[in-house]
């Protein structure tokens, strides 16, 4: 039985682990394109239901970092550990059903297709019966498509989206395009949310609604969350734990705090303009 073919409400899976265990372990991981050292030997930890921020100057290797726990890139050295299973190599399909979903620096959506339907893309990964099965067999494929809707529909209600549903997302203001894209996440039912800068390019309204989306997800849903943001102000109120990259290296990594006090993390940030 799939698991997910009965469920009413998108909310990350029980993945087995107990809030504040290890869900993932990045281990001594580096990649490298030709010359270009992207990361070098990094690791760090994400505990289950946790916001755990990555920061750093730009081309410090954020983003890459996120590519490869998401199986775009694989790095010539390292392993990742995700829920218990260790892995070197992964194709993105594959960490999407392992449970990890993300979204992307510049919004990456279907611009000529509505909310509802970018949504429902994200959906699509989870379904499990093909056309055949619609063909052979109507009515459980029928029941399937129902409980995706359902699914769906809540994301929509939740982040508060419904005057959009109908709307193609090109036609979007780019804050709304950027909360279309995490209800596209959403939708996969992520124990693991990667956010690449989710709050980028938007107002002080939009950057605080954005916050309050993430929050809530994290809270009310459980999911664990890894993000990506320059504005220090998000990343000291929203994140449990911060880990600090500079040109492809980890340089700090514990509570905000700490990290913000951190002599070599203030010298990272005063040194480049952004
Ligand atoms: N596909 C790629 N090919 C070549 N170099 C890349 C590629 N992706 C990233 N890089 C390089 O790796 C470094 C880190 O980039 P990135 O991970 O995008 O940094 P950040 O997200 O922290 O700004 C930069 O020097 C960048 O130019
Ligand atoms: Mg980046």
Known sequence: ??????????????????????????????????????????????????????????????????????????????????????????KPHHAVRQGIARTFQNVALFKGMSTLDNIMAGRSVLMKRNLFWQMLWHGPALQEEIAHRRVVEEIIDFLEIQHIRRTPVGKLPYGLQKRVELGRALAMEPSLLLLDEPMAGMNLEEKEDMSRFIIEVNRQRGTTIALIEHDMGVVMDLSDRVVVLDYGKKIADGPPEAVKSNQQVIDAYLGVAH
């Not at 799939?2 to 107990?18: K, L």
């Not at 750093?56 to 290797?61: I, Q």
């Open 1 to 90: 039985m799939n698991a997910h073919s009965d469920a009413v409400a998108a909310v990350a899976p029980d993945d087995g682990i107990a809030p504040g265990e290890l869900l993932m372990d990045v281990r001594n991981v580096s990649l490298r394109f030709g010359g270009v050292k992207a990361i070098t030997d990094i690791s760090f930890d994400v505990r289950k239901g946790e916001i755990r921020a990555i920061i750093g100057p730009n081309g410090a290797g954020k983003t890459s970092m996120l590519n490869v726990i998401n199986g775009f890139y694989t790095p010539q050295e390292g392993t990742i550990t995700f829920r218990g299973k260790q892995r070197r190599a992964m």
